[in-house]
């Protein structure tokens, strides 16, 4: 991994193919990428699928033209019919990389849970907000660092829970992820948003479509039937690339059911809930100071502003 | 039989349950009944009757959440593990379920090992 910015060697030769200002084919990119670190396209392919997909990572660096996958199951397309270029963020990136600016905390916002790693991202502006004032008060308080950067922050917008002190002081924990679960305001439908990103829509689709559909073992056990069974009369699964890319599924309960009681159980269902294991290599609080007093003497305001100004 | 933390929370001890890890009684006959009770419920086919009978841990995602089938664990301490196991009532189903000193014992071994 490098040192100013955190990403890896594929990342960064990723990146320094795709810095043209047209969106560039992916074959080009990856032939490029192969002939520099002597990665194969298939590979190299997968980091890019990753990098483009706009809902994998807090900072996006890199900017997909075409089908690159969706939240469900659908694959991305082969690379020959994929295009992409660097963002203003990925050029920053490069220029910080290039040592034409400052070093940039990408690895501590982005994380690495989204090829299951067990670094969670948080919040960029937190993260740039706890870094000033990590550069300017050098007495700020683990406790004031901690709350700055404040949990992990998944782009699908999921509720984070867990032990977080355990996490902020660099231990094993397990986060759990939670879908947004509302009742719509006609009250006929209860709709799930904001999936977790360690799920595809369309397995939770599945998953609560079976948790609907009678049981074999329904009539031998009636009780288990009555407490695993979800009253549902219709479900469907409106998550689109456009209106909503980070899952939208809409449940209409069976009739005489209150909606209230389907959410109630839809919460317990796996794909609404999920859990994923983190660590961070050390305290966050170290994790910050480390990097600050290791890029002391750098312009670190500049380049954290300059990368403030790259995304949205 | 239910063995790790799922044992646990049905014993009424303080564990989170992010998946179930289940162990059954070596056999032919018992790997084509799990198959059989996970075909009902799994997200996508379930794992062949080889990947069971020479597997050590074969997880299967179902709609209720993941199963990890220790298969290893059940060939070699099945007789152990079930003489402290005792029946607990889920709804209306009996589960063989782990004593609770055997699921602290085996998560200590599979988390410790996992934490190395």
Known sequence: ?312 | MLVGSAALWLRGQIACVADADAVIEPGERNIHRLRGGLAGIAIGPVPSADRFSGGSVVPVATAYGKVDCLMERGRRDWSRLRRGAGFLLVADVPVLAASSSDAWNLRRRFKERANE
Request: proline share 9%.
């Open chain 1, 1 to 312: 991994m490098s040192e100013r910015t955190g990403l890896g060697v594929v990342e960064i030769a990723l990146l320094e193919a795709l810095e043209t200002s047209r969106f560039l084919r992916c074959d080009k990119a990856l032939a490029s990428v192969e002939e520099r670190i002597g990665l194969a396209p298939g590979y190299a392919y997968e980091v890019l699928v990753d990098l483009a997909r706009p809902w994998t990572m807090p900072v996006n660096l890199v900017q997909g033209q075409g089908n690159f996958g969706s939240r469900g199951n659908d694959p991305p397309a082969n690379f020959r019919y994929t295009e992409a270029r660097v963002t203003r963020a990925g050029r920053a990136a490069l220029a910080a990389e290039r040592a034409e600016m400052a070093p940039l905390p990408i690895a501590i916002i982005n994380g690495n849970t989204y090829r299951a790693g067990l670094r969670p991202p948080f919040r960029p502006h937190a993260v740039f907000d706890a870094v000033r004032e990590a550069i300017r008060r050098p007495g700020v308080t683990d406790a004031e660092l901690t709350g700055m950067v404040g949990p992990p922050y998944f782009l699908t917008g999921c509720a984070v829970a867990g032990d977080l002190t355990a996490l902020a002081a660099g231990r094993r924990t397990e986060l759990s992820l939670q879908a947004q679960v509302s009742v719509s305001d006609d009250r006929r439908t209860v709709v799930i948003e904001n999936i977790p990103p360690n799920v595809s829509t369309d397995d939770t689709a599945s998953i609560i479509a079976s948790r609907a559909t009678a049981s074999r073992w329904a009539s031998d056990h009636p009780g288990l039937h009555r407490v695993t069974h979800l009253p549902l009369a219709d479900l469907r699964n409106e998550t689109s690339d456009r209106s909503s890319p980070f899952g939208r599924i809409v449940c209409t309960p069976t009739p005489g059911t209150p909606p209230e009681q389907l959410r109630e159980m839809l919460l317990e269902v796996t794909g609404v809930r999920t859990t994923m294991p983190v660590a961070l290599p050390r305290p966050l609080p170290d994790l910050i100071r480390h990097w600050v007093q290791a890029n002391a003497g750098e312009g670190l305001l500049d380049s954290l502003a300059a990368l403030e100004h790259a995304i949205p």
